[in-house]
């Protein structure tokens, strides 16, 4: 086989082109290489009818070559592809026994056809890169807390398009703080529910709504949750409204509760803050059934607690008369709260056992 003498090609734009590309995107500029000549090789096949074309983008010394084969013959039949032996000898220098020559084709002939390759390559490069980028960014903080930017919101479905970082995401309506207004440029926290990889691209599901935002924010703020010295055992939420916290620790010195609170109620305030204004009962947790349930109902004070059944989990729990209201709370909010948080099924009674107008 001989093969061509080949030339450097010196399109100096090209490469440098590759080499801001890859600075500013950071799409790697033997990723693009690599792209455009494959697509390079499919158009000009497609146009030379035949499969004998290669071509090399060597970015490192800047080489871009696109040879054709042309098989050695005695009797040309199809000049595209065949070459005689006495011209392929002259020529290329073939010897005897070669049975085809590589000839390195003037990339002027076709330079339309790179060009459109190379700018429709790059485009789908560029959203392949981002969108693998994305996905990778994203699914490296799921189930994480994260500060977005709002945008913009949507005036019609009330959608806020956040930033986070480089990387542009949605916040629904629904996943919302409900009669919390966002406005263009608000700092907040989001909480990454999950992120999937779709025909569209990447999608990722952001919450301010989702009890495990809350689960972050105390962990961001008390140091002895992050390093698990006091244990999260469970959260119930709803979101803008009330939040039960039930928290634990093995250390029987620390108080899980205390800590939660900070000094003059410094941590969970700016936990409030941040969920602007929502109400957080931190209640201890406790392997008991009927002390949970009792610390549960807080700031409700409660007489007693009777296990009525295991399974289902059902309980009644007794509370003073003037403490009713407070135990099941606005549209039974606190007891429904309370319930979910210890998985039992709570029947509230006054301790006279007359409702009245309650």
């Not at 959260?235 to 409204?241: E, F, K, L, M, P």
């Not at 059902?314 to 008369?321: F, L, N």
Request: hydrophobic share 40%.
């Amino acid at each position: 086989m001989a093969r061509a003498k080949s030339t450097k090609n010196q399109s100096k734009e090209f490469f440098e082109a590759l080499r801001i590309m890859e600075a500013e995107k950071g799409i790697p500029a033997e990723y693009i290489a690599e792209k455009i000549s494959a697509a390079i090789v499919v158009a000009l096949r497609k146009d030379y009818a035949t499969e004998n074309i290669t071509c090399t983008i060597d970015c490192e010394n800047e080489i871009f070559k696109v040879t054709l084969r042309k098989d050695i013959v005695d009797v040309v039949e199809d000049p595209q592809v065949q070459i005689l032996r006495d011209e392929a000898k002259a020529q290329y220098k073939a010897k005897a026994n070669d049975e085809f020559v590589e000839i390195e084709m003037d990339t002027r002939q076709f330079g339309r056809i790179v060009a459109t390759t190379a700018k429709h390559v790059i485009r789908q490069g560029i959203r392949d890169v981002e969108r693998s980028q994305t996905l990778s960014e994203f699914q490296s903080h799921n189930r994480e807390l994260l500060t977005a930017v709002v945008q913009r919101i949507d005036p019609k479905t009330g959608n806020a398009a956040v930033t986070i970082g480089k990387n542009e995401a949605t916040l629904p309506k629904l996943e919302q703080v409900p009669d919390e207004v966002l406005t263009e440029g608000d700092h907040i926290k989001v909480y990454v529910v999950d992120v999937k990889e779709t025909e569209r691209g990447t999608r990722v599901m952001l919450s301010r709504t989702h009890p495990g935002l809350v689960k972050r924010l105390f962990e961001t703020e008390v140091p002895e949750i992050f390093d698990g010295t006091i244990e999260i055992k469970g959260i119930s939420r709803q979101a803008g409204s009330r939040t039960k916290l039930a928290v634990w620790s093995a250390n029987s010195e620390i108080d899980p509760v205390g800590a939660c609170i900070g000094p003059k109620g410094a941590r969970v305030n700016a936990i409030i803050e941040e969920l602007a204004g929502e109400k957080i009962d931190i209640v201890k947790y406790s392997e008991d059934p009927a002390q949970f349930i009792s610390e549960a109902l807080s700031p409700s004070k409660v007489v007693s607690v009777e296990i009525l059944s295991e399974d289902p989990k059902a309980a009644k729990v007794t509370v003073p008369d003037s403490q009713l209201s407070l135990a099941i709370g606005n549209k039974g909010q606190n007891v429904r709260l309370a319930a979910k948080l210890t998985g039992w099924k709570i029947d509230i009674r006054p301790e006279s056992g007359f409702y009245g107008e309650e």
